[in-house]
């Protein structure tokens, strides 16, 4: 009697415990599933307002020349760092390199200004139309003639270096005629 239990119902009933599991576990996933289903043309419809968006979205600088081009990328950061309310001390010009079908612009800023300024202006970077890259980046603290009391760390004073690189069309070249 115990081996037939063992060889014959035991299994049955193994059997009917797990499909009596994964028939729970189905029921449990059907409203999950019939929410998904029903947002599906919601995100579908997303998916094509964003990929309209980012074939219209401007991923270049703009400029006939590499120059216009990085005048207009300095003139862009100046506005920007006046927004903040940070100073730029300096402005230079780096190299224009080609890199697959396009020019990479940079110019070296040296900016001061207090510790969340910086941070706007580096976050409004990052943020700007078309993209920028920042690199390089080097921030210093400003030495305080002594007895000065800092009433926190947002009144700190630092001084920033950093280099900022945007891209240009390589097709768009402008021949200079001496």
């Known amino acids: 009697m115990g081996s037939v ?25 059907l409203p999950r599933m019939a929410a998904l289903t029903a947002q599906l043309p919601a995100l579908r419809a997303q998916i094509s307002r964003l990929e309209a968006a980012a074939r219209t979205r401007k991923v270049t600088l703009e400029g006939a020349s590499d120059a216009l081009a990085s005048a207009n990328l300095q003139s862009r950061i100046e506005s920007i760092a006046t927004v903040v309310g940070a100073q730029i001390g300096s402005t230079e010009s780096l190299p224009v390199e080609s890199r697959d079908g396009y020019r990479r612009i940079g110019l070296r800023f040296a900016v001061s200004g207090a510790y969340e300024t910086l941070i706007q202006l580096l976050a409004r970077l990052e943020e700007a139309t078309p993209p920028l890259v920042v690199d390089n980046l080097q921030i210093h603290g400003v030495l305080r003639r002594p007895g000065l009391l800092q009433t926190g760390p947002t009144d700190i004073a630092l001084d920033a270096g950093f280099d900022v690189y945007g891209f240009r069309s390589g097709d768009k070249t402008v021949s200079v005629v001496p």
């Open 5 to 29: 239990y063992l060889l014959g119902v035991a299994p049955l009933v193994d059997f009917y415990q797990q499909r009596q599991a994964q028939i729970e576990d189905d029921r449990l996933l």
